[in-house]
């Protein structure tokens, strides 16, 4: 994403160079230009999402959440749920069960993902029962 810092800076470039009339054309210069330094970090940081829908996504369990408790819960409870959503979403964008994660006792999300990884890069696949050879499999077909 770095290849467009170019980009990024000619199009500030031209923004100087360009009188705006309209106050609205005039009021989103003066943000561009005031959040310049903030508006394209993701360029800088590699997997960093230039959207926030990760964060929008996040936040809807929580409000599906405050529906449900009608706002009847103290602060001990929803501290306890927020971090539980924290580790489900991590889970989920890790491609980690979140219940295979919870029951393993592991503490961090990476060691068990990493655990759970086949070590010799084929995965095992069973498709006959056990005990039947390929002796078995074929005598079945005569």
Request: proline share 4%; glycine share 4%.
């Amino acid at each position: 994403m770095k290849k467009h810092l170019v980009d990024i800076e000619r199009f500030y470039q031209h923004l100087g160079d360009r009188p705006f009339i309209s106050d609205v054309a005039i009021e989103y210069e003066k943000r561009l230009v005031k959040n310049r330094e903030k508006l394209f970090t993701f360029i800088k940081h590699d997997g960093v999402p230039w959207n926030n829908n990760n964060a929008e996504h996040a936040v809807k369990h929580f409000a599906y959440y405050r529906v449900i408790v009608d706002g009847k819960v103290t602060e001990a409870p929803l501290r306890d749920y927020l971090v539980l959503l924290t580790i489900y979403q991590t889970c989920k964008y890790r491609g980690v069960s979140f219940l295979k994660f919870l029951l393993s006792g592991e503490k961090d999300i990476e060691t068990y993902r990493d655990s759970e990884r086949p070590k010799s890069g084929r995965m095992s696949l069973q498709v006959y029962p056990k005990g039947c050879s390929s002796f078995c499999r074929t005598k079945r077909k005569a």
